[in-house]
């Protein structure tokens, strides 16, 4: 079946979307609405939040496991902000610059933390801590994996202690996994550091680029070859070549990423 002059126009312009999408999927997320992106409104992650509203803003720092889902995990709870994934507990640091996540990886000091704006008129601190040991996903034995909790001010630490105690007594654990809430330590709040911009938002930008590559490598199969005009046999071709550039391109993309998108910001 030979594609119209308007299909073909609208096959080139899913294949530029696709493009920009794997190269620039940033951009991409753009096009989606606040909730679907899993931010606020008129927010950057690690930047002051805009909003039409007034809300009763606080900070809530915790160490959660690798930062990745947990800071998309808490993005669900009703009265999250943002979150922030970045680098904490290490209050002894004394470098003139900010961390970077191999100085993490290689260290017994550091924690990946994930900092979280939430609604005090519509989440109490406590119920937080409810959503922060549901979303953890700690590890046994690593400070940076560790499950932690860092209290920005006396009210959160005579909380989270009341939490913390509540929980060791009753001999509370999780019930997908058994994790224990005797495995949650509370520090003093220390500098917290947001991490390379790679690392914000990871999942929600990996769904997609590995959504559009799956879609692109089938293209490379062949998969558009039944509606393509049987006319032009070199199309396919074309059009296959087109969709590994495209690729290759992306792949290209994603290894630069970490040398381009690598700040580390010290939050106040």
């Not at 096009?31 to 008129?42: H, K, Y």
């Not at 801590?129 to 549901?134: I, K, Y």
């Not at 930008?205 to 393509?228: C, S």
Request: glycine residues 10%; charged residues 20%.
């Amino acid at each position: 079946m030979a594609l119209s002059p308007s299909r073909c126009r609208a096959a080139r312009a899913a294949l530029g979307l696709a493009s920009a999408v794997v190269l620039f999927p940033g951009a991409a997320l753009g096009f989606l609405p606040p909730s679907a992106r899993g931010t606020t409104a008129g927010t950057v992650p690690g930047a002051a939040i805009i909003t039409s509203r007034l809300h009763a803003e606080k900070v809530a720092t915790f160490g959660m496991g690798c930062f990745w889902a947990p800071a998309e995990t808490m993005l669900e709870t009703p009265g999250v902000l943002e979150t922030v994934a970045g680098y904490t507990g290490h209050p002894e640091y004394a470098g003139d610059k900010p961390p970077k996540y191999g100085d993490v990886c290689y260290s017994r000091n550091w924690v990946e933390g994930v900092r979280v704006t939430y609604d005090d008129a519509v989440l109490s601190y406590p119920e937080l801590l409810e959503s922060f040991f549901e979303a953890q996903e700690p590890r046994y034995g690593s400070r940076q994996y560790g499950s932690m909790i860092f209290p920005s001010d006396e009210d959160q630490a005579r909380e989270a202690a009341e939490w913390l105690q509540r929980g060791t007594t009753e001999g509370r654990v999780r019930e997908k996994d058994g994790v224990p809430a005797e495995m949650t330590t509370i520090e003093p709040a220390s500098t917290f550091y947001a991490a390379e911009g790679y690392h914000q938002k990871y999942w929600e930008k990996w769904r997609v680029r590995l959504g559009v590559g799956a879609a692109l490598y089938a293209v490379a199969l062949g998969a558009l070859g039944p509606v393509l005009p049987a006319s032009d046999p070199g199309l396919a071709q074309t059009v296959a070549k087109v969709a590994n550039g495209i690729v290759m391109a992306g792949s290209v993309y994603v290894l630069l990423e970490r040398l381009f998108d690598a700040k580390v910001v010290e939050m106040r």
